[in-house]
């Protein structure tokens, strides 16, 4: 079962709050999304961090409903 790209905002939303979220379908398919995400959260955390951080957002759904997410994070100020 595909996921809806307003379903990966909103559960990335939810556990980051301040985050501002840009998700493209790449193959139109439900299936395969590019992310990106802004955030104050990602401030001082590696690359890996932050990608952890939206990973976690997303409770487990990704291999599973969520098929492919390439993710872009970037990290702001407060």
Do not use: C, N, W
Not at 13 to 22: G, L, R, S, W, Y
Not at 41 to 68: D, N, P, S
């Amino acid at each position: 079962m595909a996921m809806e790209a307003s379903e990966i905002e909103a559960l990335i939303k939810a556990a980051i709050p301040d985050a501002v979220v840009e998700i493209r379908d790449l193959a139109g398919d439900g299936d395969h999304y590019a992310a990106t995400v802004t955030s104050a959260t990602f401030a001082g955390k590696t690359r890996v961090q932050q990608h952890q951080i939206v990973y976690a957002a997303l409770q487990g759904r990704m291999g599973g409903e969520l098929h492919a997410l390439a993710l872009t994070t970037v990290a702001t100020q407060d």
